[in-house]
């Protein structure tokens, strides 16, 4: 047992590494820079995002999930089996954009990749696998696709009813934008190259 190194179970369901330059072409595809490099799930933390590992198979009466939902305030799940005009969908949803109030994305099936910026603005990809939920703070700038799998199935949280307004990028001018600058380049100080206007 001595020396054997705890591993943070949520790696299983949720990985993230940083974009190569070819992003672009074939947004499906993993676009690992060579050589590899990954972002661990506590640098996600220190941009906003949150991350479980969930029961999928059992969602409905999953107890960690209850417990989530009520401190912090999901009252609203939506949990389509399909998504209408979904080649148009998926290609809406990878424009880079923000909204005014958390997204939640738990994967039920299948995987997917939410794309996020890190606060010099470079792209972070974070793969969500079945069981993995995540949550991208209100104002932080990121974008959505499915993988090369082509399918995922989730359920989408809310705090009230359900809000889906995307405000693409740039929109700097929001409130909810300057509060996560405020709130996420203050915690991190002097490790960011940030610079303050």
Partial sequence: ????????????????WYLDDNYEEGQKLPHHKDPKEFVTLDKLAELGVLSWRLDADNYGTDEKLKKIRESRGYSYMVCPE??????????MFFEEHLHIDEEIG????????FDVRDLNDVWIRVWVKKGGMIVLPAGIYHRFTVDSGNYMK????????PVWTPYNRPHDHLPARKAYMDTFVKVLGDRTIVASA
Avoid: H, T, W
């Fill in 1 to 16: 047992m001595g020396g054997e190194a705890v591993r943070d179970r949520r790696e299983e369901v949720i990985q993230a």
């Fill in 154 to 161: 989730a359920m989408r949280l809310f705090v009230g009813g």
């Fill in 82 to 91: 399909k998504l209408p005009n979904y080649e148009a969908k998926v290609k």
């Fill in 106 to 113: 738990y994967c039920l099936a299948g995987s997917g990749y």
